[in-house]
C-alpha cells in the first residue's frame, strides 16, 4: 500500500487530496454521493467575520473548456459555519482548512482573530484576491508591499497556521510569495481563478464577469508552484485546472505538498475520491514507497 | 441520488426544436418527487459541465428528458444518437408538495418547455388536476400530445389553437369559478410566475418550478442562486433549495 499521508504544519494528513474553497459547500452536501472523510482535508467555502449574501444571478457561465464564476463570496459567516457545522466535521474527524477573506484589513484580522484554535483545524487560508474596498477595490494580493503587510497582521492576531492563497494575475508571483514569506506566512496556495468576462454576441453584454476556472489553469498553476516553490521555503497546495490523477500527479512534482480540486467535482462529482484511488496506484506501479517521494522531483 | 449510467434509447424530435430523450438506467432509480431534476453529461468534448434537466418521465430503469435545444449542450445533445452511454447525477433538488389538503383542487400550469418540469407531477398526482398549457403555436401544441385524455384548456400566442394570447389570462378566465380551494403548480417562464403571481390571492398555495444556469446541480458551488424575501439570506440555491419554490416567498 502506497503511503498517501503528509504532514501539514505538524498535523498528519492521510492524503494530499483537498477541494478548492467554494467548490464543496459546507461540506455536508457531499453526503449522499460519498465520504469526504476519505479527503486529506476540508477547504472551507471563503468565510468572513459577517454573513455576505453574494451576488445577484447570473453567478456562472460556461466557457468552452472551463466556467467563469461570480459567486460573490457569499457566505453565511464564521460563527453560523462553527455552530453549524464544526460539529459534522467533528463526527467525521476530518481535518479542516479555514478559508476566509474580508473587504478590508480590519476585517480579515478581526476574522483571524475571532477563529479559535482547534484540533482539527490546519490552518487558516487567506483569500488574498480580495478587492479592498477602502483602496478603490484593487485586490490585496497584487503588490508585495500590501501581501506583507496583510500577513504580518493576520499572524499576529492568531497561533493558528496562515497560508495565503495567492491570484496569478500580478506581475512576478514569487515576489508575491516571497513578501508572504517574509511576513510569516507558514504555506502558500497556488493559484486563484484568474478574472475573466464573457461577452454574448447575440445580446451583445456582458453577462458575467469574473474567476474562470477549468483545466486551462493546469499550465499557469504549474509554473506558480515551480518557480515559487523555488524561492520560498514553505508548503505549496496547488490548485488550478486539475481533472484527474495525471494532472495531481504533475503538481506534486512541481512542488505541491498537497492539492486541491475545484472544477472537476462539478464536471464529476467523484472526481477526488477517484484522483486519491489513482495517485496511489501510480505510486505503487512506479515503484514508489511514498507521495513524498514525487514531491518536487521534477528536473528543470 | 447517484451517479447513473444511462444509454440513449430513443432521442425523438417532437416538434420545431423540442424533443424527447430516453436513457436506459445500468441501475434502477427510486424516489423520484415529480419537480426533481438530473444533471447530464452531454456526450460531446465540447461542452464542459453538465446540464441540468428536468425529469419528464421515468420508470425503475429508465428516464426521459423533454428540451428544447437552446444553446451548445442542448445542441449537441439533440445530435446524440441511440446507443451513447452517458452520465447522469440524481434524482436532484426538492420536487413539488402534493400532500395538499383533501377539499383543494390540483391547477397545473405550464408555459411552453415548462410542460417538461411538470409532466411526471401530472402523472403521479393523485386527484385529477386541471391543466393550463400556454405556448406560441399550435405546432407546440404537440408537445402535450400524450395528455389528451386529461382536461387541458390551451393557449397559443398566436391563436393558432385554443385560445389566442398567454395562459395566465386564460388560466384567469377559470379564476373566479375557483374560488380560493385550488393549490397550484406551474412552470414556465419567469414573466409567466410574475403574472400569475399578480392575479392570485395570497391564501392561495402555489408552488413554482425555477430554472436556472448550474454548474454542480447538488449545492457544492452556490452558482445557481434564486433571490427570495428571505432577508437574513436572500439567495437560495435552486438546485438545494429548489427548483421548486413557494411562489409567495421568491423575489419576482
Not at chain 2, 215 to 231: I, N, P, R, S, Y
Request: proline content about 6%.
Amino acid at each position: 500500500m502506497a503511503d498517501l499521508t503528509v504532514e501539514l504544519f505538524g498535523k498528519t494528513l492521510k492524503n494530499p487530496v483537498m477541494n478548492a474553497s467554494g467548490t464543496m459547500g459546507y461540506g455536508v452536501e457531499m453526503e449522499p454521493l460519498w465520504d469526504i472523510k476519505n479527503m486529506g482535508a476540508y477547504v472551507t467555502k471563503g468565510l468572513s467575520l459577517k454573513p455576505h449574501h453574494g451576488n445577484p444571478p447570473p453567478r456562472i457561465w460556461e466557457e468552452r473548456h472551463g466556467m467563469i464564476n461570480s459567486i460573490g463570496l457569499h457566505n453565511i459567516g464564521i460563527d453560523a459555519f462553527f455552530n453549524n457545522f464544526m460539529p459534522f466535521f467533528e463526527k467525521k474527524e476530518l481535518p479542516v482548512i479555514i478559508n476566509f477573506f474580508g473587504f478590508s484589513e480590519e476585517e480579515y484580522i478581526e476574522c483571524a482573530r475571532q477563529i479559535k484554535p482547534h484540533r482539527l483545524i490546519v490552518c487558516l487560508e487567506a483569500n488574498l484576491s480580495c478587492p479592498n474596498i477602502k483602496a478603490g477595490g484593487i485586490s490585496f494580493g497584487k503588490e508585495p508591499e500590501n501581501v506583507y503587510r496583510l500577513v504580518k497582521k493576520i499572524k499576529s492576531v492568531t497561533e493558528i497556521p496562515v497560508i495565503a492563497k495567492l491570484t496569478p494575475e500580478v506581475k512576478n508571483i514569487s515576489d508575491i510569495a516571497m513578501a508572504a514569506y517574509d511576513a510569516g506566512a507558514d504555506g502558500l496556495t497556488l493559484i486563484n481563478t484568474i478574472p475573466g468576462i464573457y461577452v454574448d454576441i447575440d445580446n451583445k453584454n456582458i453577462p458575467i464577469k469574473g474567476g474562470l476556472s477549468g483545466p486551462f489553469l493546469k499550465p499557469i498553476a504549474l509554473k506558480a508552484i515551480k518557480e515559487c516553490s523555488e524561492r520560498v521555503p514553505i508548503p505549496i497546495i496547488g490548485v488550478g485546472g486539475i481533472m484527474d490523477w495525471k494532472d495531481a500527479v504533475a503538481f506534486f512534482m512541481a512542488g505541491a505538498r498537497a492539492v486541491q480540486v475545484g472544477t472537476a467535482t462539478f464536471v464529476d462529482p467523484f472526481t477526488i475520491p477517484k484522483i486519491i484511488e489513482n495517485i496511489g496506484e501510480f505510486i505503487n506501479s512506479k515503484g514508489y514507497s511514498s507521495i513524498k517521494d514525487i514531491i518536487g522531483v521534477v528536473n528543470t | 441520488m447517484r451517479d447513473f449510467e444511462g444509454e440513449v434509447i430513443k432521442n425523438e424530435h417532437i416538434t420545431k426544436d423540442f424533443f424527447i430523450i430516453e436513457f436506459r438506467l445500468q441501475k434502477p432509480i427510486y424516489a423520484i418527487e415529480p419537480g426533481q431534476f438530473v444533471m447530464v453529461k452531454i456526450p460531446d468534448e465540447r461542452v464542459f459541465l453538465r446540464r441540468p434537466f428536468s425529469i419528464y418521465d421515468c420508470n425503475k430503469n429508465s428516464l426521459s428528458i423533454m428540451y428544447r435545444i437552446k444553446g451548445e449542450g442542448t445542441h449537441y445533445l439533440s445530435k446524440t444518437p441511440k446507443g451513447i452511454k452517458t452520465q447522469i447525477l440524481g434524482p436532484l433538488g426538492k420536487g413539488f408538495n402534493i400532500n395538499f389538503e383533501d377539499h383543494l383542487k390540483p391547477v397545473i400550469i405550464a408555459g411552453g418547455i415548462g410542460i417538461a418540469g411538470v409532466h411526471l407531477l401530472i402523472k403521479k398526482i393523485k386527484k385529477t388536476p386541471d391543466i393550463f398549457y400556454g405556448c406560441s403555436d399550435e405546432k407546440e401544441v404537440k408537445l402535450i400530445e400524450d395528455l389528451k385524455a386529461k382536461h387541458v384548456y390551451i393557449a397559443t400566442m398566436d391563436g393558432s389553437f385554443g385560445f389566442k394570447g398567454d395562459v395566465i389570462s386564460l388560466f384567469e378566465r377559470h379564476l373566479k369559478h375557483y374560488q380560493s380551494s385550488i393549490c397550484i403548480y406551474a412552470c414556465g417562464p419567469e414573466a409567466m410566475f410574475k403574472s400569475l403571481k399578480e392575479k392570485i390571492k395570497p391564501e392561495i398555495k402555489c408552488e413554482v418550478l425555477l430554472e436556472e444556469r448550474m454548474a454542480c446541480g447538488m449545492g457544492l458551488c452556490f452558482g445557481c442562486v434564486k433571490k427570495t424575501l428571505d432577508e437574513k439570506e436572500p439567495y437560495k440555491r435552486v438546485c438545494k433549495e429548489g427548483p421548486v419554490f413557494d411562489i409567495w416567498q421568491i423575489s419576482l
